[in-house]
C-alpha cells in the first residue's frame, strides 16, 4: 500500500511517500518540502500548498494519506 504522509506547516510543509507490503515492510520511494515565502498572504501560502500537494497526489498515486497534528 503507498502512503503518503505530510508534516503540516505554513512556511514549510514537509512529505514522505513510502510502499508498505503486506509483512509491513517499507520502501521510502521520494521524500521533500514545500516552501512558501515569509510575506505572502495566507491565501497564497495556502494556494501554493494546495498545488504542489496535488501534483504529489497525482505523481505517486497513494492509496491513503497520514497527516501529523
Do not use: Q
Amino acid at each position: 500500500m503507498r502512503i503518503l504522509g505530510i508534516d503540516p506547516g505554513l512556511a514549510i510543509t514537509g512529505w514522505s511517500v513510502a510502499d508498505f507490503d503486506k509483512k509491513g515492510n517499507i520502501d521510502l520511494i521520494d521524500f521533500g518540502a514545500i516552501y512558501t515565502e515569509k510575506g505572502v498572504e495566507l491565501k497564497d501560502r495556502l494556494k501554493i500548498i494546495y498545488g504542489d500537494m496535488h501534483e504529489l497526489i497525482e505523481k505517486f498515486n497513494p492509496k491513503v494519506c497520514g497527516m501529523e497534528t
